[in-house]
């Protein structure tokens, strides 16, 4: 079992930035790639982006590309989302998410799931 935790939500207005991170324990040597998902209220999830464990491989939603980065630390077991110039559009709840297949080009369905945390964009 892998366990993820996310940190780092919050309220922000628009044009800001916000920074999410996402440990992975337990049996975290297992996963091979690690994203995010976000849901907002009365609407269903959504892919954010996904990358590699070894962090050469990278893929975002057209929603947030070009605003946002996704960023690994191996050694720390820690994914990153740098989120730049927020828009109302982007509140919602963000979720970690981890799998232990590598990715191969095909729709990413993870296995693992973290609580998510909450962000927030005022306008």
């Known amino acids: 079992q892998v366990h993820l935790v996310e940190s780092g939500g919050g309220l922000v207005q628009a044009g800001g930035s916000l920074s999410l991170s996402c440990l992975a324990s337990?049996?975290?040597?297992?996963?091979?790639?690690m994203g995010w998902f976000r849901q907002a209220h009365g609407k269903e999830r959504e892919f954010v982006a996904v990358?590699?464990?070894?962090?050469?491989?990278?893929d975002y939603a057209d929603a947030v590309k070009g605003r946002s980065t996704i960023s690994i630390d191996d050694g720390k077991s820690t994914v990153y989302l740098q989120m730049n110039n927020l828009k109302p559009e982007d509140t919602a709840v963000y979720y970690c998410?981890?799998?232990?297949?590598?990715?191969?080009?095909?729709?990413?369905?993870?296995?693992?799931w973290g609580q998510g945390t909450q962000v927030t964009v005022s306008s």
């Open positions: 337990g049996r975290a040597w297992g996963v091979l790639s």
């Open positions: 998410a981890a799998h232990p297949r590598p990715l191969d080009g095909s729709r990413w369905d993870p296995e693992y």
């Open positions: 990358i590699a464990r070894s962090g050469q491989t990278t």
